[in-house]
């Protein structure tokens, strides 16, 4: 059933890190962004994690707005066991296509000799709020994956990611780590893993 309903689709770009200046990571275009100024990621206190960035890529993926919609048939006809297998496959599938995005940064990163830091993203990060979508959001072309940020900064379809790791040579590892210790939900999270 999951074959036909996962759709999976990322963008994702590199950007420049020009500066790290309070709690904000300052980033320049490249050549296939649309804007030409300066754009700023305001991480928080654990901006320290990209610091040692020279590069960035942001990503955004998703598997479609399908699966969920199925997910939603089945709770309305009381097929929980289902639905709830279902949404788990659908987990797995976003999961899988992060990993892949975070296999091609770790490769572009050893082109260059160098490491990448763990897998930020707004919301999940102490002291990054899910606000920060706003300003991850804008540096990508989010429509060409049939993503949309709504009003509450929750990306829809909701089995949808974004991310940023930093790349460069002062990161000391060539595998993009987990950020569960610094996650807003460390002390509740049944899924921690530990680096």
């Known amino acids: 059933m999951s074959q036909a309903l996962v759709v999976p689709a990322a963008v994702y770009d590199e950007f420049l890190v020009r500066d790290v200046v309070g709690e904000q990571v300052v980033l320049s275009a490249n050549s296939s962004s649309e804007w030409k100024d300066e754009r700023r990621l305001t991480v928080g206190p654990r901006v320290d994690l990209l610091a040692p960035a020279r590069l960035v890529m942001v990503a955004v993926y998703t598997i479609g707005p399908a699966l969920e919609k199925r997910v939603s048939e089945l709770h309305a006809a009381d097929e929980y066991l289902l639905a709830f297998m279902l949404d788990s496959v659908g987990v797995l ?12 940064v770790e490769k572009r990163a050893s082109e260059f000799g160098w490491g990448v830091s763990p897998a930020l993203s707004p919301g999940s990060l102490v002291g990054w709020p899910l606000q920060g979508q706003r300003e991850v959001c804008v540096l990508l072309p989010l429509d060409k994956i049939g993503v949309r940020l709504n009003d509450h900064c929750v990306l829809e379809p909701h089995k949808s990611v974004s991310m940023v790791i ?17 996650c807003s939900l460390a002390d509740t999270c049944w899924r921690r893993r530990e680096d």
């Open 93 to 104: 599938a976003l999961g899988a296509i992060g990993e892949a995005l975070r296999d091609r």
């Open 166 to 182: 930093g790349m460069g040579p002062d990161y000391e590892s060539p595998h993009v780590g987990s950020v569960c210790r610094y």
